[in-house]
Every structure is written in C-alpha cells, then in structure tokens.
C-alpha cells in the first residue's frame, strides 16, 4: 500500500511515498512457464484485462515461437504462408588489397523459385558490406537495423565504422533472439585495422576467418577455398576463387542458382558492386542457336475475317448514329 509523511522543515512540504512490498516485485529474469493451449490463443480468443497485463511478467517473450511450432503440428499446418528464403551460397575473403564479398541470386518459397536476381550482399557503411542467407525477409531487415544504427554511432563519434562494431552489434542482436531470427551472415569490411572477414550463426555464435562461406551450398564453395586460397592473393585471384567458389554453390545446391554478386572492398576506401558478374546459365546463345521453321511464322490474314460488326457507342445514354449495322464479307 502507499502512505504519506508530511513533514514540515522550514518553509517546506516534503511529501515522501513508498512503493510497493518489494517481494511482491517480478523479476526481469523470470520467464513464464504456463504450457501453451492453442485452442486458447489470446491472440485470437480473448482480449487482455488490466488484471492480466499488470500480472503478466516483464522480460523476453518467447510464446509466439510456441505458437507457431504448435501451428506446424496441427491437422491445417498445409495451409500455413511459406517464408521466402533466400536457400544460398554465400561467401568472402580477404586479399591483400581488402576483401571480396560474393553471393547467389536465388531465392527459393519451398521448392518452388520466388526470385531469380535477389540481392544478398547486404550495405551496412561505406566500408562494411554483409552477405545474408536464410529467411529473406529476416536477412534485409537485420542488415537494416545495423546499418541505422552505424549511421548513427558515425554521427556521434565523427569516424569511420569499424568491422567488428558491425559484427557485435549483429551478433547481440541475433542472440536476444536465440537463433528465431533465420540470419546466417558473411560479414566483411576495412578499417583503420586491415580487411576482416566475420562469419555469424543465427544464434549469435562469431568467428574471424581469412575465408568462409554459408548458406545451403556452403560445403561445394568451401572445397574452392580450400583447394585454391592462398595468402595475399592478388584482387583479380580472389575474385576468380569468389566466383569459383559461387558457381560451384550454384551447380551442386537446388537452392542456390542464377548468377554470381561480387563487392570488392578495398583498404582505399573504394568499393565495387557487381551485381550479375557472372552469368551461369545464359539463355541468348542457346536461343541464337534454336532456327524456328517458316511453319510457325503465320502471316497476316491467314485466319480469315468472315463478318465485322460496327456498334457506334452510346452518346449521353443514347444509342448514336442512327445507322443500323452492316455486315461486310472479306472472303
């Protein structure tokens, strides 16, 4: 309950309250443990009383991921919306003048192909670049959010971004989140430190790595690296081994397809974006070889016309003109 002292000191009327019986207090720690009931969604079924929200607990709320997996297992799970994904290969890797980012152009709804030119390499600044895979939507809204928030930290601290804020801001980010956030990301920028390549788990797990690659094809793009990655690679070999490394993603995962993205990142500060640098399956020269017979070619007038019709249209809600119709014969 709440009292009040009065007290006069001087002049002055000091009105003192105290709270509530601490004990009574719920902890931000404590979490809720009630087992979920979808047949009783409040979402759905009932609206909130100021009785239930002034005794529902305060910290993370995790009960929308016990919904849905609740949802999945139900006799209508068929019926529920497929997230967009973006199924992918991904990777970076540091040469000596920077870093060079790569991706896919897939992005996949079950089996069906949703795009067939999504971006994936992902601005964050002007010096930081971020590949994503997993849910599409999850991926451009993450690499959103950062990228405000190094905006800002620029505004207030007058310098450059730093590639390691970058990955600790993602990487606590995707951690509150414990891995619902479907962002698996290939982080890779320049700073007053040299090139960095960061690989980042959904779960907010990190790791700083001279190469890396994610996403469904990961596994064929890493056997590139492996055979092929050399220290201090010149630009253009680090490119080529980028691009290797993404066609073999392509040709070896159903989910990841269409062309190859470049970013080259450079230690001057330059940047290059190469959307559609490399084109696996052009369709021109397969066309320009295909000769299609004169039998397909049908010329005008060959379905004939045997009458025409003529209705003037209708003028302030009359039938105008005054003339009947004609019939006219092409044969």
């Known amino acids: 309950f709440f009292y009040k002292i009065n007290k006069i000191i001087g002049t002055r009327l000091l009105f003192i309250s105290a709270g509530p019986d601490p004990s009574t207090l719920i902890s931000p720690f404590q979490y809720t443990t009630q087992p979920f009931h979808p047949k009783t969604m409040s979402e759905f079924h009932s609206t909130p009383t100021p009785e239930s929200v002034e005794a529902a607990p305060s910290g993370f709320d995790m009960s929308l991921a016990s919904r849905n997996a609740q949802l999945a297992t139900a006799d209508n799970a068929s019926i529920l919306p497929l997230a967009t994904k973006t199924g992918t290969t991904i990777v970076g890797t540091v040469f000596k003048g920077g870093v060079v980012l790569g991706a896919d152009t897939r992005a996949t709804a079950g089996s069906e192909v949703a795009d ?74 320049c700073d007053v430190n040299g090139p960095h390549v960061y690989q980042i788990y959904p779960h907010g797990s990190t790791g700083k790595l001279p190469y890396t690659t994610m996403g469904s094809g990961s596994l064929a793009a890493m056997a590139v690296f492996e055979s092929e990655w050399k220290p201090d690679m010149s630009e253009a070999d680090a490119v080529g081994v980028v691009q290797r490394a993404i066609s073999a993603g392509i040709f070896n995962d159903l989910g990841s397809g269409s062309n190859c993205d470049t970013t080259v990142i450079r230690l001057d500060g330059s940047v290059s974006v190469n959307r559609g640098a490399l084109k696996e399956n052009p369709v021109e020269p397969i066309r320009a070889k295909i000769t299609r017979s004169d039998k397909f070619n049908f010329p005008k007038g060959t379905t004939a016309v045997l009458s025409e019709t003529f209705v003037p249209a209708p003028q302030d809600g009359k039938q105008g003109g005054g003339g009947g119709t004609d019939d006219m014969d092409t044969n």
């Not at 950062?146 to 995707?174: D, F, G, N, P, Y």
Request: hydrophobic content about 40%; some cysteine; aromatic content about 6%.
């Open 116 to 189: 067939k030119n999504c971006e994936k390499i992902h601005y964050l600044a002007p010096n930081i670049y971020c590949c994503g895979a997993g849910t599409a939507a999850d991926t451009e809204k993450t690499t959103e959010l950062i990228s405000s928030q190094l905006s800002l930290l620029r505004l207030s601290t007058s310098s450059a971004s730093r590639v390691v804020t970058a990955c600790t801001l993602l990487k606590r980010m995707l951690f509150r989140y414990q891995g619902h956030v479907s962002a698996a990301l290939v982080l890779g920028g």
